[in-house]
Structure formats: C-alpha cells, structure tokens
C-alpha cells in the first residue's frame, strides 16, 4: 500500500467522530500488529479487555453490515461514513443486518469465545480490504495530572 493511500485511509478514519464500543477506560489486551502483506501473520484489529455479557456500542453512526455467525462465533460488523467498517467479536448482536445504527447506540452484548486468555473484545476497521487501527475511531484520553513526588 503507497504511503498517500495510507494517509488518505487514516484521515478518512480520523474523520468519523468516535465512541468508544466499552466504557472507559480502554483496557488494550493486544495491540494492533497489522502483518507486512496481506496474507502475512498480524493482528488485525485490537483486544479491549471486557467481561462477558458487556454492553457493546456502535463507535459511529451507520448500518449493520453483517450480524450473525462466522466459525461458531458471533459477529457484528457495521459500514461506517465514507465506506469504513468496524467489526466486533465474539458477540451476540443486538442490532439486524440492514439496520441504522446511531454513534453510541447499544449493538452487541460480549460472549465468551474469545481468542484471549480472559474475556476480550476483538474490534477490528477495515478500509475497503484494508485492515486499519480502530483505536483511530476512538476519542482520545483524558489526561491525568499526577502529584509531583516529595
């Protein structure tokens, strides 16, 4: 992939105003690895540490794409503005395929199934077929300030 296409993928992410799928805050299990050619090894998306049965919610207004089951393991994903599309697993979708979704609204509940040591969220964004960092999507932290040391 050219560095512009990058660019331009990464901007049009950073457009869609966010919210986060779980409460904050995010807790990364395992980090985006996005593998060097398309079929290579790599992580496609990222973990969010959850218990089963968390509420998931649409980081992004638009429509179901896919609900339903793929390997045995329940998934959503949902077409954002301007053609991205984030995906949730494993999950018991709470939304139809073809449904409008609003940013924020509940549309998914947590399983178990992960492929994570503990309950996790598998939250992935594609471009097209490109795979991309959803944490792109999500609004940034709110900064902490720490007392100085004595």
């Known amino acids: ?26 807790s990364v299990v395992r980090w985006w690895d996005p593998p060097p050619t398309p079929y290579a090894a790599g992580h496609r998306g990222v973990d969010l540490a959850a218990p089963v049965g968390a509420e998931l919610r649409a980081v992004g207004a638009g429509r179901v794409h ?10 959503l ?24 979704v609003t940013a ?9 199934g992960s492929h994570c040591p503990a309950p996790c969220l598998h939250w992935g964004l594609l471009a097209g077929d490109t795979y991309l960092n959803p944490l792109t999507l999500a609004p940034p932290p709110t900064p902490r300030l720490l007392p100085l040391a004595p």
């Open 104 to 112: 924020g609204q509940p549309v998914a509940v947590l399983t178990e």
């Open 77 to 100: 994903s949902l077409t954002l503005p301007g053609g991205l599309r984030t995906t949730y697993e494993p999950v018991r979708p709470l939304v139809a395929e073809g449904e409008t």
């Open 1 to 26: 992939m050219t560095t512009l296409l990058l660019s331009l993928l990464l901007a049009l992410a950073a457009s869609v105003p966010g919210v986060r799928p779980l409460p904050a805050p995010l």
């Open 66 to 75: 896919f609900a339903g089951q793929v390997a045995g393991r329940g998934v």
